[in-house]
């Protein structure tokens, strides 16, 4: 059973920068295609980015630019850097990971509030 953890998150002020970490418990991580979601309240779970085995990458049309999503397979964690933030970026987030059996796998969450 594949376990993933997530960390970084806090309460940042607007413009700032944060950077989640997704440590994932797994045996083949580099075959898997990983993820960060997030859920703001009262929102459905919406996709921020994903990265696929071999790096490429996809995001959400409105945070191209200020969110990147990267992956180490020697640590089998992925990150995703956050910078330019602003309030309507509140929310929980998620690292998500699907094997290549077609199983998806979700994290506890963790939570970003953008406020000053």
């Known amino acids: 059973q594949a376990q993933l953890v997530e960390s970084g998150g806090g309460l940042v002020q607007p413009g700032g920068s944060l950077r989640l970490s997704c440590a994932a418990s797994?045996?083949?991580?580099?075959?898997?295609?990983m993820g960060w979601y997030r859920q703001a309240p009262g929102k459905q779970r919406e996709m921020v980015a994903t990265i696929g085995t071999n790096e490429n990458t996809r995001y959400a049309d409105s945070l191209k630019g200020r969110f990147t999503i990267s992956r180490d397979n020697a640590k089998n964690t992925v990150y995703l850097q956050m910078n330019s933030l602003k309030p309507e970026d509140t929310a929980v987030y998620y690292c998500?990971?699907?094997?290549?059996?077609?199983?998806?796998?979700w994290g506890q969450g963790t939570q970003v509030t953008v406020s000053s």
């Open positions: 998500n990971g699907l094997s290549p059996f077609g199983t998806t796998y």
């Open positions: 797994v045996r083949g991580f580099s075959f898997y295609i």
